[in-house]
């Protein structure tokens, strides 16, 4: 089992910067990839961003390359998303995720309650 907690959104103006924090927690060791989703009102969850165990590899949606960074601190069990530049398109309930060595499918199969970003003008 792995636990997820974010944390760090808010609200803050257009142009403006957030840094969003998942801190894992129960069987960690099993934690193949982590990543962020987000889901706006009325619309589908998306995928943002995400990270493998070394960090070497990050992967982001076409909508938040060159503003949001992904990276992770596996001492301390925790993933990270920096964004900057904030639009007002990216307000949303941001997820953290685990893809977990248990999942043969490599799916995300550990969720956390989600982090409320909402960006204004």
């Known amino acids: 089992q792995v636990q997820l907690l974010e944390s760090g959104g808010g609200l803050v103006q257009a142009g403006g910067s957030l840094r969003l924090s998942c801190a894992a927690s129960?069987?960690?060791?099993?934690?193949?990839?982590m990543g962020w989703f987000r889901q706006a009102p009325g619309k589908e969850r998306e995928f943002v961003a995400g990270i493998t165990w070394s960090g070497s590899n990050t992967y982001y949606a076409d909508s938040v390359k060159g503003r949001f960074t992904i990276s992770r601190d596996n001492a301390k069990n925790t993933v990270y998303l920096q964004m900057n530049n904030l639009k007002p398109e990216d307000t949303a309930v941001y997820y953290c995720a685990v893809v977990s060595r248990a999942a043969v499918h490599r799916e995300y199969d550990y969720w956390g309650q989600g982090t409320q970003v909402t960006v204004s003008s």
């Open positions: 129960g069987r960690t060791f099993s934690t193949y990839s």
